[in-house]
């Protein structure tokens, strides 16, 4: 890959994590995006970078659903397409990631649980950061509404002080396993110490 296509595939990767970020392959009809785990290699080698998201919708008679999606880039298909110059003239410009959404089959009551953990959790808001390296897993837990929300990152592993949000980020990645067939290990690199979690 040549330098120039190295810059292309990372503008690549930075607009796929913004379209990730704001849900914008997914389409769920009058629903909020309550609770988003991203999960984003550095390196196609890694594995694909994936999201998980609960939405809320209200029925007419006022009741509430859940529904989860799980959004996944598949990174290691694209980056064929960086690796000449003359195989990225075959490919369309801007070029056209290759993203795949599907809805889980998973009941209400299950996305429910997790976000009544959400409200338990207790964690500083500032930690130091205790490591740092170029290649990894970065991590995001996303949860609220457009209002009031909190987005919590890391890289790699949980700070010590943010362990308490192991629970939810390994309930959301089992969850993510057990609700999108078709899954392969690649899709999503095992936790570690929380996403890492354990």
Not at 3 to 24: E, I, M
Not at 139 to 162: K, S
Not at 180 to 194: H, I, M, T, V, Y
Request: net charge negative.
């Amino acid at each position: 890959m040549t330098t120039d296509l190295a810059a292309d595939f990372a503008s690549l990767q930075n607009g796929v994590r913004r379209a990730l970020r704001n849900c914008d392959h997914v389409r769920v009809a009058s629903a909020r995006d309550r609770l988003q785990l991203l999960v984003f290699p550095s390196l196609v080698s890694i594995g694909n970078p994936w999201s998980l998201d609960f939405f809320e919708s209200k029925r007419r008679d006022e009741a509430v659903d859940y529904v989860a999606t799980h959004t996944i880039w598949r990174s290691h298909v694209d980056a064929r397409a960086f690796e000449s110059l003359v195989l990225r003239l075959s490919y369309p410009k801007p070029f056209r990631p290759t993203i795949e959404v599907q809805e889980l089959d998973l009941a209400s009551a299950e996305i429910e649980q997790v976000l009544l953990c959400c409200r338990g959790v207790r964690l500083p808001i500032y930690v130091e950061a205790s490591r740092f390296g170029l290649d990894g897993v970065d991590y995001e837990l996303w949860v609220g509404e457009p209002w009031n929300n909190l987005q919590v990152v890391w890289w790699n592993r949980l700070p010590e002080d943010w362990f308490p949000l192991a629970d939810i980020v390994n309930r959301m990645t089992a969850l993510s396993k057990l609700g999108c067939r078709g899954a392969k290990e690649s899709d999503a690199p095992p936790p570690k110490n929380g996403g890492g979690a354990t």
